[in-house]
């Protein structure tokens, strides 16, 4: 007959359970002790308000990305407080941004509502976007359907971009309306923060009868997002397009963003079809120069070592420090064409600087992406 294996009553030495909870308790008093510092260090930044040392704000920013939400529960409770000052408000509603604690959304909203000013106002909106969560994107929708004027539009638009809340798409028409010569960058950052979700929706502009909104989607779509999938319907509009600024812009974008067999085969046919001498003879110069001009993509690419570990080292460097510190030759030289969608998530993560240097690193960016998939369409 089988037995039933023994089992024994053993308990835990009482002095292991006692090492035990002391542990416990010495781990939860450093987490306090540090959550409690650092409310510390933001009440002070936000009595310094601008004479506040930039190494201290540089540190709050750190910290809470590290572990923003242990310290939300404390900021809601100062920005609870009666009679706090605006310019202590405004640091605390940037410290809950960073948190990215959904549970600061309503006192955040309510906060927005019954603002006086308009910094404080911006503030709450920014950090709005910042927590990225339905309810959020929600009202600053709802905000942007109440707000007149141009800048102010633009402000709300941004941050939806950045949430890349597409539900704001159709509205974002006015933006591609902007003259594409002397405020290109507004489009493009808009679109550009939204990145992906936005093709579709730029693809349909492709035909519209706005010579800007035309312009601009065109651009957005070959030269900033380099988007694939847009290739077909930019020659489409190619042919059809009869402005020559434009017809010229949308050539751009299609060598900019088409794998060498489309590439090719467009020049080919602009080269054969094009009644405009002008891009006839642009077509027959890229021709002639692209083998030279693929040898020498080629011989820079067999010199690249790909790491996955030095992608991943100098990809978190550039990302922390939203483009601003960290190699973009390293990320060249270790990148491959499966880190595409962290590749664009940087990008994307580069514009949230919100100026035009921001531009250039961007673009450094999208070098990157495009060497990464040249040697795989050239194969």
């Known amino acids: 007959m089988r037995k039933t294996p023994k089992t024994t009553n053993a308990t835990i030495p009482r002095v292991f359970v006692i090492a035990l909870l002391a542990l416990f308790a010495s781990d939860l008093a450093g987490h ?28 709050i920013f750190e910290r809470i990305r ?41 006192p955040l909203i309510k906060l927005a509502d019954g603002a006086k000013s308009e910094v404080l106002k911006e503030n709450c909106l920014r950090s709005l976007a910042e927590i ?22 633009f402000n709300l638009f941004n941050l939806l971009g950045q949430m890349q809340y597409a539900a704001v798409l159709p509205k ?23 990145g992906d979700k936005a093709v579709p929706f730029l693809v349909e502009q492709l035909n519209h ?31 059809k397009e009869e402005d020559t600024e434009i017809r010229g812009l949308i050539y751009c974008s299609i060598t900019a963003t088409s794998s060498e067999r489309a590439f090719t085969n467009f020049l080919n046919e602009v080269v ?38 030095k992608f991943r080292r100098e990809y978190a460097d550039l990302y922390k420090s939203f483009g601003k510190e960290g190699s973009y030759e390293v ?23 919100d100026s035009d ?14 060497l990464n998939r040249f040697p795989a369409d050239s194969k």
């Open 357 to 370: 240097e921001a531009f250039y690193d961007y673009e450094k960016v999208n070098k990157t992406i495009w």
């Open 132 to 153: 990225d969560c339905d309810k959020s994107g929600q009202y600053l929708l709802a905000a942007l359907d109440k707000t007149e004027g141009k800048e102010k539009r």
């Open 272 to 309: 054969t079809k094009d009644k405009d001498k002008k891009m006839v003879d642009a077509a027959k110069d890229a021709l002639e120069s692209y083998p030279k001009d693929k040898a020498k993509f080629i011989s820079q690419k067999k010199k690249n070592e790909p790491s996955a570990e």
């Open 172 to 194: 974002t028409l006015e933006v591609l309306e902007c003259d594409p010569k002397e405020e290109y960058w507004r489009p493009v950052v808009v679109f550009c923060k939204m």
């Open 66 to 106: 590290q572990n923003g939400t242990n310290i939300s529960a404390g900021l809601l409770e100062k920005l609870g407080e009666q009679g706090t000052n605006e310019q202590k408000l405004v640091v605390f509603v940037w410290a809950l941004g960073l948190c990215k604690d959904p549970r600061a959304v309503p």
């Open 209 to 239: 009868t706005n010579r800007n909104v035309r312009a601009n989607a065109s651009g957005i779509l070959g030269q900033w997002l380099m988007a694939p999938e847009a290739i077909q319907p930019l020659r489409d509009r190619f042919w």
């Open 331 to 353: 990320l060249d030289i270790s990148s491959t064409l499966a880190d595409e969608p962290s590749l664009k998530k940087l990008r994307e993560r580069i514009l949230q600087r």
């Open 32 to 59: 306090a002790a540090k959550t409690n510092d650092l409310l510390s260090d933001i009440e002070r930044l936000s009595t310094l308000g601008e004479k506040a040392p930039a190494p201290l704000s540089e540190s």
